[in-house]
């Protein structure tokens, strides 16, 4: 059975930073395309990052460039995202995800979530 638990949210101020891990069990992460994806209140979720399977090439939004870093660690069957000079608007619950496809807005595999809130 495929689950994910992820962990690493919580409250922080505006120019803090938060590393969120999505540790996978029952299945190898780094056979998927892996997407951390998140959603605020009221909007759409939306792809934020994602990594390759084949060539660990990665993906990322115009909103989070350039601030968030997505890594693999293949011993831990974990994959990571680093967010750094976090933003108010960077608030919402994020969700990894296993097998991303079709322009990176959906995905196989779902993870529970985790919230994240930018706040002074």
């Known amino acids: 059975q495929l689950q994910f638990v992820e962990s690493g949210g919580g409250l922080v101020q505006p120019g803090g930073s938060l590393r969120l891990s999505c540790a996978a069990s029952g299945f190898t992460l780094n056979s998927y395309r892996i997407g951390w994806f998140r959603q605020a209140p009221g909007k759409e979720h939306e792809a934020v990052s994602c990594i390759s399977d084949s060539d660990g090439s990665t993906y990322y939004s115009d909103a989070v460039k350039g601030r968030f870093t997505i890594s693999r660690d293949n011993a831990k069957n974990t994959v990571y995202l680093q967010m750094n000079s976090l933003k108010p608007e960077d608030t919402a619950v994020y969700y990894c995800?296993?097998?991303?496809?079709?322009?990176?807005?959906?995905?196989?595999?779902w993870g529970q979530g985790t919230q994240v809130t930018v706040s002074s």
């Open positions: 995800a296993a097998g991303v496809y079709n322009r990176n807005s959906q995905a196989d595999y």
